[in-house]
Nanobody, 127 residues
Framework: QVQLVESGGGFVQAGGSLRLSCKLSGGTFSYYALAWFRQAPGKEREFVSQISRSGGYKDYSDSVKGRFTISRDNGAKTTFLQVDNLKPEDTGVYYC????????????????????WGQGTQVTVSA
């Protein structure tokens, strides 16, 4: 059974940085496209970033583009989200998600397409 475990969240001041990690177990990591979503208090979950199986395609929401960087290490079965220049509006629970797909599958920001989810890691940014 595929499981995802996030880590790396924390409390930082505006302008600070964090590195979120998400390790996959119970499956062949390279078979999965991966994504990060977040949910702020009182708001719906929203797409943040995604990376293809090969790592050759990366996608970011407009609100984080230029500040966040997604990557993956297939050997370590881990995806990372480097979050820089954090803003108070980045506060929320960050979730890692995975979907098993073929190499040529188109990317998707739709959270309904992701079958596996981590438990989330809290990021809190103070002004």
């Amino acid at each position: 059974q595929v499981q995802l475990v996030e880590s790396g969240g924390g409390f930082v001041q505006a302008g600070g940085s964090l590195r979120l990690s998400c390790k996959l177990s119970g499956g062949t990591f390279s078979y999965y496209a991966l994504a990060w979503f977040r949910q702020a208090p009182g708001k719906e979950r929203e797409f943040v970033s995604q990376i293809s199986r090969s790592g050759g395609y990366k996608d970011y929401s407009d609100s984080v583009k230029g500040r966040f960087t997604i990557s993956r290490d297939n050997g370590a079965k881990t995806t990372f989200l480097q979050v820089d220049n954090l803003k108070p509006e980045d506060t929320g629970v960050y979730y890692c998600a995975a979907r098993r797909t073929i190499l040529t599958a188109p990317p998707t920001r739709d959270d309904r397409e992701y079958s596996y989810w981590g438990q989330g890691t809290q990021v809190t940014v103070s002004a």
